[in-house]
C-alpha cells in the first residue's frame, strides 16, 4: 500500500459519533476510540509485533515495528510513532483536528527525523469532507482526493484519486455495517477491479477474518487471514491477537499494552 493511501485510511478509520461527549456537553462529535471500539479513558496504547516459530508459538519481535498511538482526552489520536526491534525510530506522525474531533491531516516524518510529507483534508461548511491532499516531502504537491463526504459515523465511503496533473487515476468503495468497514473495491481509470477486500468482526467489533484479492493484467491472488485474541485486559480490550493464514498456520502475534488517564 503507498504511503498516500495508508494516511488516507486515517480518514475511514477515524472519526465516529462519540454519545459520551455529546451527554457531557462537548463540542466533540468524533472520536477514535469510539469507532475502534475500544474501552476505558485510554491515554496511548502501544503495540508490538512478533514473529512465530514452527509450532506457532511467539517468538522474537519482528524487525519493522513497536507502534505507539497516542490520545487526548475526547479518545482522538493525537501522534503515532513507529520504531524498529534496536528501539531506533522510523515513521512518526502528527495528526491536526477540528474542534469537534474531525480528522483534518498529518504532518510525518522518517528516519532521523527527516520530513516524509504530509496530508491536508478540506472540510466544507456542512462539515463534511471534500478534498484531500498530500504533499512530498518537500512541501509540494503530490496527489489529491475527492470524497463522497462521509456517513453518520464521520467515516468516507468512496474516493477518487488524481495525480498532480489532475489525471484521474483510481477510485475506491467501501460497505460499513454502522462502524465496521465490511467489504471495499477499488478501480482503475477506465472502471477495472484491481482489488476487493471483505472482513468479518466479533460481538466486540475485533475483526475476526479478512480477506485481499488483487487483480492485475496477468493474475488474480487472494490472501486471507484468521484473528484469534487470547487475553483483554480489565477494561475488555485486547491485549494479545494471533493472525493465521488460509492455510491454518499462526504467522504474527501482536501484543498490546494500554496506558489509561487515571480519575481526576
Not at 2 to 31: D, M
Not at 48 to 70: F, I, P, Q, R
Request: aromatic share 10%; proline share 1%; net charge neutral.
Amino acid at each position: 500500500m503507498t504511503k498516500a493511501l495508508i494516511l488516507l485510511a486515517g480518514l475511514f478509520l477515524l472519526a465516529c459519533n462519540n454519545e459520551k461527549g455529546k451527554e457531557a456537553g462537548k463540542k466533540v462529535k468524533y472520536s477514535d476510540i469510539d469507532v475502534e471500539m475500544l474501552k476505558g479513558d485510554i491515554q496511548s496504547y502501544e503495540e508490538v509485533s512478533y514473529k512465530t516459530d514452527s509450532s506457532g508459538k511467539m517468538g522474537e519481535m519482528d524487525t519493522c515495528c513497536a507502534n505507539l498511538t497516542a490520545y487526548d482526552e475526547n479518545g482522538n489520536a493525537t501522534t503515532f510513532n513507529s520504531k524498529d526491534a534496536k528501539g531506533m525510530m522510523k515513521y512518526a506522525s502528527v495528526y491536526s483536528r477540528l474542534e469537534n474531533g474531525l480528522w483534518t491531516g498529518s504532518t510525518d516524518t522518517k528516519e532521523g527525523g527527516k520530513p516524509a510529507g504530509s496530508m491536508k483534508v478540506d472540510v466544507d461548511d456542512k462539515g463534511q469532507y471534500g478534498y484531500a491532499h498530500t504533499f512530498d516531502s518537500t512541501g509540494k504537491p503530490d496527489i489529491y482526493y475527492t470524497t463522497s463526504g462521509q456517513n453518520e459515523f464521520g467515516q468516507v465511503q468512496s474516493w477518487k484519486q488524481y495525480d498532480k496533473d489532475s489525471v484521474f487515476r483510481q477510485e475506491w468503495e467501501a460497505t460499513y455495517d454502522k462502524k465496521l468497514m465490511i467489504s471495499s473495491i477499488m478501480k482503475d481509470s477506465v472502471g477495472n477491479i484491481k482489488q476487493k477486500y471483505s472482513a468479518k468482526y466479533n460481538d466486540r467489533g475485533e475483526i475476526t477474518e479478512n480477506s485481499t484479492t488483487k487483480i492485475t493484467k496477468d493474475s488474480t491472488t487472494t490472501t486471507s487471514n484468521k484473528f484469534t485474541y487470547e487475553s483483554h485486559d480489565e477494561n475488555g480490550n485486547w491485549t494479545q491477537r494471533t493472525e493465521w493464514n488460509d492455510k491454518g498456520k499462526a504467522v504474527r502475534i501482536i501484543k498490546r499494552t494500554y496506558a489509561y488517564r487515571k480519575p481526576a
